[in-house]
């Protein structure tokens, strides 16, 4: 407007939420319903980074074109080829499951982006994603990953138990979902089991795989425990809300922020998603699969995920179904009255 001081423009790269994920094998279906989960919640304009094999790539774009434009809007999409830049690629490539490790090389790749939340494929959305990302607001000055502990108690944690390397904290941390200031990253010197002088985090991945790979049982998740085992400073540990999965309820409900607030982001590690071993798992996965885009949330998603919760009351985490419901109901409200309120705001200028 005439008179108006002018602001320069943000940068687009920092305008969007970075999401980064990795594909390999058959992990196609999965990964586009994360995606769908995160484009149907949030409220910023999303950047998805996506990691797969050359085979898949054409696939990817494809599936993400067939998508509405009311929703396609709502991001971009940049797809990149599986690369290891230190060490032996097919070695990484191996290392836990196809192509797993590439997670650890997006502080190298991405040099461009300042920040992102990387999240396995097998992880459902169900709340915006820009809660999670306020998360990065909270970091103190030596923080530059976030992630949730593997496990709420210590007595049945697999790292307390088991595990032959070190590990951050009682319990270890769970790297599913990881949100990451990469730009710290790049810049961090860190402490380390190899030298006395601190290493930047590309020099020490390999050098450190080297060390423990006889040790490691979890792959890439090992090698992040050991380096913030030795970096505690350096993490930022989010509650298990946001990364839940069914450790926290298999065995009975042990993650109170999920009783409080309700699921943020379901976890289905494990195959949950595919098999009948966790039916209230499995019942989320297919119905935000099913869910066509521009359908009514409650008619088409809330209703029949709480049918579907009545046939898996038999079991530990179907028992349970308001943790489940909770955060995706409440999101579900804040979508539906604002489009509501556009809708009548619309309406009334008239």
């Known amino acids: 407007k005439p008179g108006e001081q002018k602001h320069p423009q943000e940068p687009s790269s920092l305008q969007c939420m970075h999401l980064a994920v990795v594909a390999c094998g058959d992990r196609l279906e999965e990964t586009l319903i994360m995606l769908k989960s995160a484009v149907l919640f949030s409220n910023r304009r999303l950047c998805f980074h996506i990691f797969a094999e050359d085979s898949l790539k054409p696939e990817f774009e494809t599936k993400l074109k067939e998508w509405p434009s009311s929703y396609t809007k709502k991001f971009e999409s940049n797809i990149y080829p599986i690369t290891f830049s230190v060490g032996n690629a097919q070695e990484w490539k191996k290392l836990f499951k196809p192509c797993a490790a590439q997670r650890l090389f997006l502080p190298v790749i991405l040099k461009d982006v300042d920040s ?208 489940f419901l909770k955060q995706i109901e409440k999101t579900m409200k804040k979508v539906y009255e604002s489009r509501v309120i556009v809708y009548l705001g619309a309406n009334h200028r008239y």
């Open 116 to 323: 992102l939340l990387y999240v396995d494929t097998d992880v459902l959305f169900l709340r915006p994603i820009d809660d999670i990302w306020h998360l990065l607001r909270e970091f103190n000055s030596t923080q530059l990953a976030a992630m949730a502990p593997e496990h709420e108690i210590p007595k049945i944690g697999w790292y307390s138990r088991f595990a032959r390397h070190p590990y951050y904290g009682t319990t270890g941390v769970n790297s599913g979902v990881m949100l990451m200031n990469l730009t710290r990253i790049r810049s961090t010197r860190f402490k380390n089991s190899l030298i006395p002088g601190g290493l930047t985090w590309e020099e020490m991945l390999y050098p450190l795989y080297q060390k423990y790979k006889n040790y490691i049982t979890w792959g890439d998740q090992d090698l992040l425990n050991i380096i913030f085992n030795f970096n505690p400073e350096c993490l930022y540990v989010f509650p298990c809300q946001w990364n839940y999965r069914p450790d926290h309820c298999m065995y009975g409900s042990n993650c109170r922020g999920a009783e409080e607030e309700g699921v943020s982001i379901l976890h289905g590690n494990r195959g949950v998603y595919h098999d009948d071993k966790q039916p209230t798992f499995k019942a989320l996965y297919e119905v935000i699969r099913d869910f066509p885009f521009e359908d009514n949330l409650f008619q088409s998603l809330y209703y029949p995920l709480q049918s579907r919760f009545l046939d898996t009351v038999h079991t530990l985490c179907g028992r349970i179904p308001q943790v």
